[in-house]
C-alpha cells in the first residue's frame, strides 16, 4: 500500500471554475498507485471544488449564472460583510459545492466518465491563489 | 490492507432516486475488508449520489418535488440546452448533489446509520444506463 | 498502513452547525497515521457535515439564516410531515450539504486551511444527540 500527497497551488485569476484535471492527473501519475483512490481538498472556504461536465464552457457559464442568481451578492440577509458584498456568498457556495471530493484510480490514472472534468471554484470576485491538497491511496 | 474495486451498472428509468444500497453492501462484503472506508462514484455530470432517508418513499418524492422547483426544467437562464429542456437542470443538481460518497466499514459490512440509504440519482428525464464505481480499502 | 476508526456522540443542543474539529483532532493524533486522510461520516439523514469558516461566528448566522430562507418549515410543497414542520426542510438540507467530508492528515494532524473548522449540522429544531463515525487511513 501506498500514500502520496502533495499540495499544489492554483492561481484562480477570479470568480468561475477553473480546470484542474490535468494536475490532479500528474499528482496520481506520479504516487505509483495503480488501484485506489485520489482525494482532493480546497483549503479554503470561499473557494471550493466541483466535478462538472468538460465539453461544453457554456456549461460552466450557466452554472455560475445560477450559483449567482440562489446567492447573489450584496444580500441584505447577511451581516458577515467585512471583505465585501462577495464574502459571505462565497462562504454559502462552499458549502453547497465541495470543500473535498475523492476520485477512483484504475491502472494507475484517475478513472473519470466521458465528460467529467475536475474543477476549483474560485467564489470571490477577485483573482486569488489556492493551495489544492492532494492524497492518492491504494497499491 | 486491501483495495477492492468493481464498476457496476445501473439502469436508472428515469429521473429520481435509486437505492443502490444492496448492490454496494454485495461490493463490500466481497472486498474482504473487515475495517475502512467505502468509495462510491458515479462516472457522470448529470446523475449523482445522495445518502438520504430510506423508510418513508415520500421523503424522496418531496426532494424531487424541491429540487424541480429550485432547479426548473427549461429555465430561461440556460443557454446549454443541447440535449433539452432538463439537460442544465441536470448539471446543476449533479454539482449542488454528490458525484461521490465516501461510507465507513466495520466488520465487513457497510457501517450505514439506521434510516440511511445510498441512492443514485438520475437527473434527466429519460432513463439511462449509468456507470458506478465502487473502491473499498481497509484490513 | 494503518486504520483507526472510533464513533464518538455529539449532543447538538438544537438547530445549527456545532464545531467538532477538536474531537476530528483527537482521533487522528491517536490514530498513529503521519499521512493519510481522515473521514467523518455522520449516521443521519437529518443532520450533516460542513467546513466553514471557523473566525466569525456570524458566517454561522448567517448561514442558517440563508438556508432557512432556501428551505422554509413548513413549505406545503412537503407531504413527509410525521415529525413536524422541520422533518423534511432537515432531509433537504441534508442532501445539500454533507454526510461525509474527507480531510487531510500531514505530520500526524488534520491538515486543515487557517480558517476551516469541521461542524457538525443538526438541522432538526430540537436537541438530538448525534453518532459521528471517524476513520482515519495511512502510513
Known amino acids: 500500500m501506498t500514500v502520496a500527497q502533495e499540495s499544489i497551488s492554483i492561481h484562480t485569476g477570479g470568480r468561475g ?12 501519475g506520479g504516487s505509483g498507485v495503480r488501484i ?7 483549503s479554503h472556504t470561499s473557494a471550493s ?8 464552457p457554456q456549461v460552466l457559464g450557466d452554472l455560475e449564472a445560477w450559483l449567482a442568481r440562489l446567492v447573489p451578492d450584496g444580500d441584505r440577509l447577511f451581516r458577515h460583510t467585512a471583505e465585501g458584498r462577495d464574502d459571505m456568498p462565497a ?8 470543500t473535498d471530493v475523492v476520485l477512483p484510480v484504475s491502472a494507475g490514472r484517475l478513472r473519470l466518465g466521458t465528460w467529467q472534468g475536475v474543477y476549483l471554484y474560485e467564489h470571490r470576485i ?6 489544492v491538497i492532494i492524497t492518492v491511496q491504494g497499491e
Do not use: K, M, P
Open 91 to 98: 462562504h454559502v457556495r462552499s458549502v453547497l459545492t465541495h
Open 49 to 56: 471544488l466541483i466535478v462538472c461536465e468538460n465539453a461544453d
Open 17 to 28: 471554475a477553473h480546470d484542474i484535471t490535468s494536475e490532479v492527473e500528474r499528482v496520481v
Open 126 to 131: 477577485a483573482a486569488h491563489t489556492r493551495q
Open 36 to 42: 485506489g483512490t485520489c482525494h482532493v481538498f480546497a
